[in-house]
């Protein structure tokens, strides 16, 4: 299941483009024009993140953040109120993170990724890289909200990397730690499924190979 993402921004230029860009980056996206329509979309359905103005019609973000930790969803400031004070205060208020306008897209995308990741690792229930999202209570994994299929130890590599990140270990280690101390196969068997992960994941640029011990899933 695709993470969803609560768009609150009365311009519509703007929202379009997160909109978009979200979308395409697989999450599932609404967009809510003011803060009453936002408060309704929070009271009527279940999000995993809101991206908040500050400067909204009707309800403004601080209003919306109160309602948003009632309901449990981490916020993400994106506003053209650029001053440190104004930053201060929204993170204060229990804001995930404060994103200024104007902004890189880029930028919102690895932001909203590390939010996720953060709060997906404390439930432990699901964990995320790039447009990967691993279900640990299903034993799913998904891209771009789309089911892949793995094999069970594809999967257990998977996960057990994303839950000891920018760690290297060797070959060896990671027979132990997943296949197992009575496994007596070769070494190769990790570098096929770390292949094999690769390919089906698209996630090369993620688990990278380090030089005479082994591998390394690198996130931010």
């Known amino acids: ?5 609560l768009l609150a921004e009365d311009d519509s230029s703007i929202a379009k483009l997160l909109h978009m860009a979200l979308t395409a980056s697989g999450y599932c996206c609404r967009i809510a024009e003011d803060g009453h329509r936002a408060k309704q979309l929070l009271v009527d359905g279940r999000y995993d993140l809101a991206l908040l103005d500050i400067m909204l019609p009707g309800l403004d973000g601080y209003q919306l953040l109160d309602i948003c930790k009632e309901n449990d969803v981490p916020v993400i400031f994106v506003t053209a109120k ?3 004070t104004d930053k201060v205060h929204g993170l204060r208020l229990g804001a995930e993170d404060y994103i200024a306008k104007p902004f890189e897209l880029l930028e919102v995308l690895a932001r909203v990724e590390v939010v996720l990741r953060r709060r997906t690792s ?7 890289v790039a447009d990967v999202q ?3 209570i299903g034993r799913k994994v998904y891209k771009m909200g789309e089911l892949i299929t793995l094999t069970p130890k594809e999967y257990e590599l998977l996960a057990f990397l994303l839950q000891n990140p920018n760690i290297a270990f060797s070959r060896e280690s990671l027979l132990r730690q997943v296949w197992g101390y009575d496994f007596y196969g070769s070494t190769r068997t990790v570098d096929t499924h770390i ?12 688990i990278q190979t380090v ?4 591998y390394r899933l690198e996130l931010m």
Not at 1 to 5: E, F, L, P, Q
Not at 195 to 206: D, E, F, M, P, Q
Not at 211 to 214: L, T
Request: one cysteine or more; charged letters at 20%.
């Open 122 to 128: 404390e439930t432990g229930e699901r964990l995320l």
């Open 195 to 206: 292949l094999n992960l690769r390919t089906k994941l698209g996630l090369s640029n993620y």
């Open 134 to 136: 691993v279900d640990c």
């Open 82 to 84: 650029t001053n440190v």
């Open 211 to 214: 030089h005479k011990v082994g």
């Open 1 to 5: 299941m695709a993470y969803s993402i």
